[in-house]
Nanobody
């Protein structure tokens, strides 16, 4: 069983910064990617950023230049440094892990990020 535990969400003013962290544990085999998705009220869950074990990153256009994803392959953790936050970044942020030969998707419980204007 794989568990993803997130931390670091909260309330911040526009222009501020937050750092999200996620730790993966359990029977993890062949990690393909880790990352973050977000879901605003009434909207679908969208990609924020992902990173492969080799360090290749993929960012949503809306966060490029403002967010930075990083990971620790030994500890199986992934972090998201968010800067210059905007009200439209308000959402529940979900940690993501893709692993296994058929790339099973695993999700954290979600952490709320609220950016006030």
């Amino acid at each position: 069983q794989v568990q993803l535990v997130e931390s670091g969400g909260g309330l911040v003013q526009a222009g501020g910064s937050l750092r999200l962290s996620c730790a993966a544990s359990g029977s993890i085999f062949r990690i393909v990617a880790m990352g973050w998705y977000r879901q605003a009220p009434g909207k679908q869950r969208d990609l924020v950023a992902t990173i492969t074990p080799g360090g290749r990153t993929n960012y949503a256009d809306s966060v490029k230049g403002r967010f930075t994803i990083s990971r620790d392959n030994v500890k199986n953790t992934v972090n998201l440094q968010m800067s210059s936050l905007k009200p439209e970044d308000t959402a529940v942020y979900y940690c993501y892990l893709g692993a296994g030969w058929s790339t099973t998707d695993y999700w954290g419980q979600g952490t709320q990020v609220t950016v006030s204007s």
